[in-house]
């Protein structure tokens, strides 16, 4: 096949960037997305040019690294699959291809198509885990968790946390990541303790990140390459309620 | 001239760990906070360590290579972590986990240091529990289990496919939460790339920020490694693209011993390779083989038939012909090197004749296609994405490809390596596994290292040489240096672009040329089954390549941005020199042992055939120069509770 690549060129967060013209030639059907960006560079180098950086690791749809947008949809057109297990099948020869970075406020472009999603890391720092330290803890079996709500609690961890959902939303919402951390904790005995604290502290964290809010269009959970599931959203939405009454909205016990 | 003390504490097996643990020293809360501790890596074993360091009350200074510390390649991990829990009650313990790990390593580990991790993996699942690490459970509320190869036990603890992610995030939340507390700063997108070595112990690091390309120097009391695996050095592996050799490569030129880099885990059951432009090769569950048949054409004619035009009569089930008793269920090890076996002789199948089938016409037919979707659905489901062919409807094609690496830095039995100050943990080191790692067993030793030893092991080094760790400041000379090193490599690599251009046209390659002709070499000549001949061939032609890697390839670009061929260029450099010892390892062990396999010493069933008199010890490498042989020292393998036998699953 041969392919017409627009492709999204910038130096930096504070440069102008724009669409640059890349005609993608011998592409196959089984080559990944990815790996047909690894040829296309291997070419431009070969030429004496830049090639074009883009995030990837594992390559398998687990390591939430890489996330391109491509013809304005992040992951690609097909749904639940990270951009590194799209196949080049999924395009036709002769097609135009539109590759961009996810944007977002919060997702600062580092150079070409990759983005600095460390706001992400900031909002599990603010309460995205149980408080425990390392050492001698209870036998496993102690806390029984029965296992329709074990179930739940892990769709809802297997959350990756490639900004794709951020990248979807025209409000440049956090929440459907935000809301499956939470979700996770909710359902396990062992997230109870800290469960009100979380939840105002991360979405306080959500909002300080300069995410927008949720306005129940539903795109995140439509691209998410995990199929994480929008009632997490609503379940955020009754456990800040729920944390207002307890907390009054204060991220801190007070006496 | 440097010696090797494993530092085995005395007394019985079970009870080693707590004669050491009550040997050891301790900082006293107060003087914790004077302590800054560098960890290298934020997998399984760098999160837990650096987590664990920051509750004690030191301070940690944490590095990853990734924009996060929560997509190390320990998320890539699927199966399940083992332990002891013995909740089936079908007769486990501590005494059979490590058995079986020992075995399965084919008694090229230490006894003490594999009984510790089996003392340690109950508690390893109460710790994660207790973080909300969603395991599976029963409906009655208990934890499930299930049953992995080299065991008889159901041991093995596991959250859907994704185990080592949920492991990796619970140990993830507990670095971001000491993050959150100002205990430990993070420090992502940083590639170490030197160790700073002051009076004899490990006191710093130099590091380039891969989005800036700003170098800068770290200093600390300890530095913790926690780096994995060095499996890229192959090319084509079930590695993430980014991990890689360099920070352990790095500390081998400092001084710290490499050991047994030639134990390489090969699985057999992978997605083949589809063309030139392959970027990594995809792993499928072992589990396959319980219902698969494999097989290739009897006929090199057949080869390009589609399957089902080849009648019975016509195919080699060539498994079940060789090893009736186990057939399709023979070990890793042996699995890959007969489907090697079959490619070299003309019977690999699909469009590149790299492959065999994994066949489940039989299956389907006997059990019925609802029954074998139940069981491995999701596994068929990525296999026809990939492949675009339907396993349901025609056999998948499968065959081997590089896993993880048992050997690494050298380390006693606290994980400090023979340079002071510098202790390594999970896969980075070479401790617990052997010669060959059973499936389960790598998430078990990241977290075992990590939450549980290097923190006690720290400690005590601090204590006990609280006299001789004097403060160091990042202006002195040993840090410049290091850094003007790094610098000068960085340059160096820099100027192969001008050496390429001024190559004809023909000549010039990029990096990712030499790359993979590396990555051919190793497994052509390193990979699942290894000759003197062939080994001796692989030490001719990796200096040639590196020769022509130093005499000029294509790096584009500038080092004060992201530049990922400049960061990939650094690393093929580095595993052009592993890839060697690598070989020299492989050539000097004259014996067969787990997954190390000369095709000289096999027994009559083609089992791997150990010489325990003249090889029962562990290879650690002293790094002499580029281009110089590597020293090699040896630490006896004593085995004072098991009795070494012919490994056998019969």
Same mark, same amino acid.
């Given at each position: 096949m041969t392919l017409h690549l627009?492709?999204?060129?910038?130096?930096?967060?504070?440069?102008?960037?724009?669409?640059?013209?890349?005609?993608a030639e011998?592409i196959t059907g089984?080559m990944?997305f990815?790996?047909m960006?690894?040829?296309?560079?291997?070419?431009?180098?070969?030429?004496?040019?830049?090639?074009?950086?883009?995030?990837?690791?594992?390559?398998?749809?687990?390591?939430?690294?890489?996330?391109?947008?491509i013809n304005?949809?992040?992951?690609g057109p097909e749904?639940?699959?990270?951009?590194?297990?799209l196949h080049m099948r999924s395009f036709s020869n002769g097609d135009t291809i539109?590759?961009?970075?996810?944007?977002?406020?919060?997702?600062?472009?580092?150079?070409?198509?990759?983005?600095?999603?460390?706001?992400?890391?900031?909002?599990?720092?603010?309460?995205?885990?149980?408080?425990?330290?390392?050492?001698?803890?209870?036998?496993?079996?102690?806390?029984?968790?029965?296992?329709?709500?074990?179930?739940?609690?892990?769709?809802?961890?297997?959350?990756?946390?490639?900004?794709?959902?951020?990248?979807?939303?025209?409000?440049?919402?956090?929440?459907?990541?935000?809301?499956?951390?939470?979700?996770?904790?909710?359902?396990?005995?062992?997230?109870?303790?800290?469960?009100?604290?979380?939840?105002?502290?991360?979405?306080?964290?959500?909002?300080?990140?300069?995410?927008?809010?949720?306005?129940?269009?539903?795109?995140?959970?439509?691209?998410?390459?995990?199929?994480?599931?929008?009632?997490?959203?609503?379940?955020?939405?009754?456990?800040?309620?729920?944390?207002?009454?307890?907390?009054?909205?204060?991220?801190?016990?007070?006496? | 001239?440097?010696?090797?003390?494993?530092?085995?504490?005395?007394?019985?097996?079970?009870?080693?760990?707590?004669?050491?643990?009550?040997?050891?020293?301790?900082?006293?809360?107060?003087?914790?906070?004077?302590?800054?501790?560098?960890?290298?890596?934020?997998?399984?074993?760098?999160?837990?360590?650096?987590?664990?360091?920051?509750?004690?009350?030191?301070?940690?200074?944490?590095?990853?290579?990734?924009?996060?510390?929560?997509?190390?390649?320990?998320?890539?991990?699927?199966?399940?972590?083992?332990?002891?829990?013995?909740?089936?009650?079908?007769?486990?313990?501590?005494?059979?986990?490590?058995?079986?790990?020992?075995?399965?390593?084919?008694?090229?580990?230490?006894?003490?240091?594999?009984?510790?991790?089996?003392?340690?993996?109950?508690?390893?699942?109460?710790?994660?529990?207790?973080?909300?690490?969603?395991?599976?459970?029963?409906?009655?509320?208990?934890?499930?289990?299930?049953?992995?190869?080299?065991?008889?036990?159901?041991?093995?603890?596991?959250?859907?496919?994704?185990?080592?992610?949920?492991?990796?995030?619970?140990?993830?939340?507990?670095?971001?939460?000491?993050?959150?507390?100002?205990?430990?700063?993070?420090?992502?997108?940083?590639?170490?790339?030197?160790?700073?070595?002051?009076?004899?112990?490990?006191?710093?690091?130099?590091?380039?920020?891969?989005?800036?390309?700003?170098?800068?120097?770290?200093?600390?009391?300890?530095?913790?490694?926690?780096?994995?695996?060095?499996?890229?050095?192959?090319?084509?592996?079930?590695?993430?693209?980014?991990?890689?050799?360099?920070?352990?490569?790095?500390?081998?030129?400092?001084?710290?011993?490499?050991?047994?880099?030639?134990?390489?885990?090969?699985?057999?059951?992978?997605?083949?390779?589809?063309?030139?432009?392959?970027?990594?090769?995809?792993?499928?569950?072992?589990?396959?083989?319980?219902?698969?048949?494999?097989?290739?054409?009897?006929?090199?004619?057949?080869?390009?038939?589609?399957?089902?035009?080849?009648?019975?009569?016509?195919?080699?089930?060539?498994?079940?012909?060789?090893?009736?008793?186990?057939?399709?269920?023979?070990?890793?090890?042996?699995?890959?090197?007969?489907?090697?076996?079959?490619?070299?002789?003309?019977?690999?199948?699909?469009?590149?004749?790299?492959?065999?089938?994994?066949?489940?016409?039989?299956?389907?037919?006997?059990?019925?296609?609802?029954?074998?979707?139940?069981?491995?659905?999701?596994?068929?489901?990525?296999?026809?994405?990939?492949?675009d062919?339907?396993?349901?409807?025609?056999?998948?094609?499968?065959?081997?490809?590089?896993?993880?690496?048992?050997?690494?830095?050298?380390?006693?039995?606290?994980?400090?390596?023979?340079?002071?100050?510098?202790?390594?943990?999970?896969?980075?080191?070479?401790?617990?596994?052997?010669?060959?790692?059973?499936?389960?067993?790598?998430?078990?030793?990241?977290?075992?290292?990590?939450?549980?030893?290097?923190?006690?092991?720290?400690?005590?080094?601090?204590?006990?040489?609280?006299?001789?760790?004097?403060?160091?400041?990042?202006?002195?000379?040993?840090?410049?240096?290091?850094?003007?090193?790094?610098?000068?490599?960085?340059?160096?690599?820099?100027?192969?672009?001008?050496?390429?251009?001024?190559?004809?046209?023909?000549?010039?390659?990029?990096?990712?040329?030499?790359?993979?002709? +590396?990555? #051919?070499?190793? =497994?052509?000549? *390193?990979? $699942?089954?290894?000759?003197?001949?062939?080994?001796? @061939?692989? !030490? /001719?032609?990796?200096?040639? +390549?590196? #020769?022509?890697? =130093?005499?000029? *390839?294509? $790096?584009?670009?500038?080092?004060?941005?992201?530049? @990922?061929? !400049? /960061?990939?260029?650094?690393?093929?450099?580095?595993?052009?020199?592993?890839?060697?010892?690598?070989?020299?390892?492989?050539?000097?062990?004259?014996?067969?042992?787990?997954?190390?396999?000369?095709?000289?010493?096999?027994?009559?069933?083609?089992?791997?055939?150990?010489?325990?008199?003249?090889?029962?010890?562990?290879?650690?490498?002293?790094?002499?120069?580029?281009?110089?042989?590597?020293?090699?020292?040896?630490?006896?393998?004593?085995?004072?509770?098991?009795?070494?036998?012919?490994?056998?699953?019969?």
């Amino acid at each position: 096949m041969t392919l017409h690549l627009k492709v999204w060129r910038q130096k930096d967060a504070n440069s102008p960037g724009r669409l640059e013209s890349i005609t993608a030639e011998d592409i196959t059907g089984d080559m990944s997305f990815l790996e047909m960006m690894d040829l296309v560079n291997e070419r431009l180098v070969q030429d004496g040019k830049e090639p074009v950086e883009f995030d990837s690791d594992c390559r398998e749809g687990i390591c939430g690294t890489c996330g391109l947008t491509i013809n304005g949809q992040a992951h690609g057109p097909e749904r639940g699959t990270a951009v590194c297990q799209l196949h080049m099948r999924s395009f036709s020869n002769g097609d135009t291809i539109v590759i961009e970075p996810f944007r977002a406020r919060a997702f600062p472009v580092v150079k070409d198509l990759v983005v600095d999603r460390a706001a992400f890391d900031r909002i599990i720092q603010s309460g995205g885990y149980t408080s425990v330290t390392t050492g001698p803890h209870a036998d496993a079996n102690t806390h029984l968790v029965p296992k329709p709500d074990a179930d739940r609690s892990f769709f809802a961890a297997t959350c990756i946390g490639c900004g794709a959902c951020v990248a979807a939303c025209p409000n440049a919402s956090a929440s459907l990541f935000t809301s499956a951390k939470l979700t996770q904790y909710a359902m396990l005995p062992q997230g109870q303790a800290e469960r009100e604290i979380r939840t105002i502290r991360m979405i306080n964290q959500m909002d300080e990140e300069g995410f927008g809010n949720c306005s129940n269009i539903g795109e995140c959970s439509a691209v998410c390459p995990k199929n994480i599931e929008l009632e997490n959203i609503s379940r955020m939405r009754r456990e800040y309620l729920r944390a207002i009454f307890k907390m009054g909205g204060q991220a801190e016990h007070t006496d | 001239m440097k010696t090797l003390d494993s530092k085995i504490p005395e007394g019985p097996l079970h009870e080693k760990w707590d004669n050491r643990k009550a040997e050891y020293n301790l900082v006293a809360p107060n003087n914790k906070k004077k302590h800054n501790i560098i960890v290298v890596g934020t997998g399984l074993a760098g999160a837990a360590s650096a987590a664990s360091l920051a509750e004690l009350g030191y301070n940690v200074k944490a590095f990853c290579i990734s924009d996060s510390p929560r997509r190390a390649h320990s998320i890539a991990a699927q199966g399940g972590i083992n332990a002891t829990k013995n909740y089936p009650n079908d007769g486990d313990s501590i005494w059979r986990l490590f058995y079986d790990t020992i075995k399965g390593g084919d008694y090229r580990s230490r006894e003490a240091n594999t009984y510790r991790l089996a003392q340690l993996s109950s508690n390893i699942i109460d710790q994660a529990v207790a973080q909300g690490v969603p395991f599976a459970r029963e409906y009655g509320g208990e934890l499930a289990t299930r049953s992995f190869g080299g065991a008889q036990v159901s041991r093995t603890f596991y959250a859907r496919g994704q185990t080592g992610q949920q492991l990796l995030l619970g140990a993830y939340g507990a670095l971001m939460r000491q993050v959150d507390e100002g205990k430990c700063e993070m420090f992502t997108h940083r590639e170490m790339l030197d160790l700073v070595v002051v009076d004899g112990r490990a006191r710093g690091i130099i590091t380039r920020n891969l989005w800036t390309g700003e170098i800068e120097r770290h200093s600390g009391d300890a530095v913790v490694l926690c780096t994995g695996g060095y499996g890229r050095v192959y090319f084509l592996s079930t590695n993430a693209f980014n991990s890689n050799g360099t920070a352990a490569w790095r500390c081998h030129r400092r001084g710290a011993f490499m050991a047994n880099p030639c134990y390489v885990q090969i699985h057999p059951t992978c997605i083949p390779s589809s063309g030139h432009y392959q970027s990594k090769r995809t792993l499928m569950s072992e589990s396959l083989r319980n219902d698969g048949r494999v097989w290739v054409p009897k006929n090199k004619a057949d080869v390009d038939k589609p399957p089902h035009q080849i009648p019975e009569k016509d195919r080699d089930y060539y498994l079940e012909r060789k090893y009736p008793a186990f057939g399709n269920l023979v070990p890793r090890d042996v699995a890959s090197r007969n489907a090697k076996y079959m490619v070299d002789a003309g019977l690999g199948v699909g469009p590149q004749h790299n492959a065999v089938y994994l066949d489940f016409s039989h299956a389907i037919k006997e059990q019925g296609r609802d029954a074998i979707k139940e069981k491995y659905g999701n596994l068929f489901h990525m296999y026809h994405k990939i492949t675009d062919e339907n396993p349901y409807e025609q056999p998948m094609r499968i065959f081997p490809a590089v896993h993880y690496v048992m050997g690494g830095l050298w380390v006693d039995y606290n994980l400090m390596s023979n340079l002071p100050g510098l202790f390594v943990a999970g896969e980075a080191n070479f401790s617990d596994h052997g010669a060959n790692r059973l499936g389960a067993s790598a998430l078990m030793q990241g977290l075992a290292d990590g939450y549980f030893i290097v923190s006690r092991a720290v400690s005590n080094y601090l204590a006990e040489n609280r006299f001789e760790i004097t403060d160091v400041s990042t202006d002195q000379g040993e840090f410049k240096e290091a850094e003007k090193e790094v610098r000068t490599g960085i340059d160096k690599l820099l100027e192969l672009n001008e050496k390429a251009k001024a190559k004809p046209a023909d000549q010039q390659r990029t990096v990712m040329d030499i790359y993979r002709d +590396l990555g #051919e070499i190793m =497994w052509d000549k *390193v990979g $699942i089954a290894r000759t003197g001949e062939g080994l001796k @061939k692989a !030490l /001719e032609e990796i200096p040639k +390549l590196r #020769e022509e890697f =130093w005499s000029g *390839v294509i $790096i584009p670009g500038d080092d004060d941005t992201f530049n @990922k061929y !400049l /960061e990939v260029a650094g690393r093929v450099a580095d595993f052009l020199e592993l890839g060697e010892l690598m070989a020299r390892d492989a050539l000097e062990r004259d014996e067969s042992a787990g997954c190390h396999f000369r095709e000289e010493h096999q027994t009559e069933k083609g089992e791997a055939l150990r010489d325990d008199e003249a090889y029962a010890y562990v290879a650690a490498w002293e790094y002499q120069g580029m281009n110089e042989a590597e020293k090699l020292h040896k630490e006896p393998l004593e085995f004072e509770f098991v009795k070494l036998k012919q490994r056998s699953y019969e």
